[in-house]
């Protein structure tokens, strides 16, 4: 089974930047489309990027020409670059595959407070 281990959250200011990494047990990322997801407190999990086996981008409309998601092959991680961040974005962050989805991991904590 696949495994995900989402890094990279942390305490910023708004206005400020963050940028997380999905890294994946295997070689998934170069053939499959990779999503970025949040569950803010008392809320339900929600998408917030993907990017497919092509490279192509979406976005949720919350999100959009403030966050970038991206892919090393290589490294075989999925990026989520964070900017212009607002108190809204705090959540618990976690990458999947958009297909086929395995196991949820640990997710990494995003707060955005003055």
């Known amino acids: 089974q696949v495994q995900l281990v989402e890094s990279g959250g942390g305490l910023v200011q708004p206005g400020g930047s963050l940028r997380l990494s999905c890294a994946a047990s295997?070689?998934?990322?170069?053939?499959?489309?990779m999503g970025w997801y949040r569950q803010a407190p008392g809320k339900q999990r929600e998408y917030v990027a993907t990017?497919?086996?092509?490279?192509?981008?979406n976005y949720a409309d919350s999100v959009k020409g403030r966050f970038t998601i991206s892919r090393d092959t290589a490294k075989n991680t999925v990026y989520l670059q964070m900017n212009s961040l607002k108190p809204e974005d705090t959540a618990v962050y976690y990458c999947?595959?958009?297909?086929?989805?395995?196991?949820w991991g640990q997710g990494t904590q995003v707060a955005v407070s003055s």
């Open positions: 999947n595959k958009v297909v086929r989805p395995a196991g």
């Open positions: 990017i497919s086996s092509t490279g192509t981008t």
């Open positions: 295997e070689s998934i990322v170069s053939r499959n489309a």
